[in-house]
């Protein structure tokens, strides 16, 4: 069945960066809408980004638009979410999934092959 593993996750001051990665193995990522999500504490899981596996579109929530930017990187077989300006309230644990599309906005329960998640806390 479809793994995703996601990590790049951390500690970071407000202001700072991180670079989320999901990787697969056994399959190529290249053929499957890929979405990242995150859940903060107390919250509903959000979704934050979307690359489709054709014509190279994206999707972004209205939070987080302008700030991160979600991408592939075939010849390591990742997507990835480069995260910069971050803020306290994008404090949550990040996950990534295989979708059926990218629409927005983005509901997980058109997502699947959950990865476990990284946590990503923004801090002081």
């Known amino acids: 069945q479809l793994q995703l593993v996601e990590s790049g996750g951390g500690l970071v001051q407000p202001g700072g960066s991180l670079r989320l990665s999901c990787a697969a193995s056994g399959f190529a990522l290249t053929r499957y809408n890929i979405g990242w999500f995150r859940q903060a504490p107390g919250k509903e899981r959000e979704g934050v980004s979307c690359i489709s596996n054709r014509g190279g579109s994206t999707a972004y929530t209205d939070s987080v638009k302008g700030r991160f930017t979600i991408s592939r990187d075939n010849a390591k077989n990742t997507v990835s979410l480069q995260m910069n300006s971050l803020k306290p309230e994008d404090t949550a644990v990040y996950y990534c999934?295989?979708?059926?599309?990218?629409?927005?906005?983005?509901?997980?329960?058109?997502?699947?092959?959950w990865g476990q998640g990284t946590q990503v806390t923004v801090s002081s």
């Open positions: 999934a295989v979708g059926v599309g990218c629409q927005l906005p983005l509901f997980s329960g058109d997502f699947g092959s």
